[in-house]
T-cell receptor, first 112, second 115 residues
Framework: LAKTTQPISMDSYEGQEVNITCSHN???????ITWYQQFPSQGPRFIIQ???TKVTNEVASLFIPADRKSSTLSLPRVSLSDTAVYYCLVGELSGSARQLTFGSGTQLTVLP | NAGVMQNPRHLVRRRGQEARLRCSPM?????VYWYRQLPEEGLKFMVYLQKENIIDESGMPKERFSAEFPKEGPSILRIQQVVRGDSAAYFCASSPNRGGTDTQYFGPGTRLTVL
């Protein structure tokens, strides 16, 4: 059964770099990998998207190895306001069908 | 350019009633996705629609749930004869093209409470 997995939780301190990895063994060939941030009682907010290698924007970097079976979201110098749940979203192959699948989510807690 | 809009933001229904959740995609977006998030859980895909067509409903429960995205107007997620287990946050997302290659932008969600 196709499954996208992430660590359940991570703790970090302000100013540190945080790396969150998502495993997606059955990612569909043409699908991008997208990461979202979600605060309580809000909708997911787009962070970054990539297909392969490395993508960087003003808030994060995304590292994707050549086999694309995983991806790592990197948040540089986190602050208290980065405390949230982080999700990866991919299209996964389940048999011959493609299914949109969110990872299980990683609760990041940034400590002072 | 307004973001994805959902209404109502909060909806309370008694068991057996119907719930209608509305989603207006971002301007220029013709693809709509619905997700459900149970309390303390992650997001689960329900259905993917283009204008007037259901493309993928593999995540929709077989009974009581339906979705539409008419040529004019918002997308509607309809839940008939609600039960307590339907209590959840329902999020809508939109994209200009197919979700695999285009970013999905999410609305604020509708929080459904079934009494």
């Amino acid at each position: 059964l196709a499954k996208t997995t992430q660590p359940i939780s991570m703790d970090s301190y302000e100013g540190q770099e945080v790396n969150i990895t998502c495993s997606h063994n059955n990612i569909a060939t043409n699908d991008y990998i997208t990461w979202y941030q979600q605060f309580p009682s809000q909708g997911p907010r787009f962070i970054i998207q990539g297909y392969k290698t490395k993508v960087t924007n003003e808030v994060a970097s995304l590292f994707i190895p050549a086999d694309r079976k995983s991806s790592t979201l990197s948040l540089p110098r986190v602050s208290l306001s980065d405390t949230a749940v982080y999700y990866c979203l991919v299209g996964e192959l389940s048999g011959s069908a493609r299914q949109l699948t969110f990872g299980s989510g990683t609760q990041l807690t940034v400590l002072p | 350019n307004a973001g994805v809009m959902q209404n109502p933001r909060h909806l309370v229904r008694r068991r057996g009633q119907e719930a209608r959740l509305r989603c207006s995609p971002m301007k220029g977006h013709s693809h709509v996705y619905w997700y459900r998030q149970l309390p303390e859980e992650g997001l689960k895909f329900m259905v993917y629609l283009q204008k007037e067509n259901i493309i993928d409903e593999s995540g929709m429960p077989k009974e009581r749930f339906s979705a539409e995205f008419p040529k004019e107007g918002p997308s509607i997620l309809r839940i008939q004869q609600v039960v307590r287990g339907d209590s959840a946050a329902y999020f809508c997302a939109s994209s200009p093209n197919r979700g695999g290659t285009d970013t999905q932008y999410f609305g604020p969600g509708t929080r459904l409470t079934v009494l």
